[in-house]
């Protein structure tokens, strides 16, 4: 069973930094793209960052110039350094990669999610 380990959330406050870290489960291949959604309370849920196995990165505006998106491909984890939050970045970040695991077609895989909280 593939697994995406999320951790780095938190409570900060506004102007403040987090540093989201993911790593896939060993038996995740092929890793073509990791990145990070995001859901805010009565919201539908968006795309934050995502990079390419060959290293091209997409930002939602709203994110641009702020978070920085990076991975660590023989470590099969994702990152994403927010600096500059907001209160309006107040969300729980899931993290996703789409890939391989053995015995499957090619498919996104979801971790569980973790609470960033922006204070004002």
């Known amino acids: 069973q593939v697994q995406l380990v999320e951790s780095g959330g938190g409570l900060v406050q506004a102007g403040g930094s987090l540093r989201l870290s993911c790593a896939a489960s060993?038996?995740?291949?092929?890793?073509?793209?990791m990145g990070w959604y995001r859901q805010a309370p009565g919201k539908q849920r968006e795309l934050a960052a995502i990079?390419?196995?060959?290293?091209?990165?997409d930002y939602a505006d709203s994110v641009k110039g702020r978070f920085s998106i990076s991975r660590d491909a023989a470590k099969k984890t994702v990152y994403l350094q927010m600096n500059s939050l907001k209160p309006e970045d107040t969300a729980v970040y899931y993290c996703?990669?789409?890939?391989?695991?053995?015995?499957?077609?090619?498919?996104?895989?979801w971790g569980q999610g973790t609470q960033v909280t922006v204070s004002s």
């Open positions: 996703t990669a789409v890939g391989y695991s053995g015995g499957t077609s090619i498919r996104a895989y």
């Open positions: 060993a038996n995740l291949f092929s890793i073509n793209r």
């Open positions: 990079i390419t196995g060959d290293d091209n990165t």
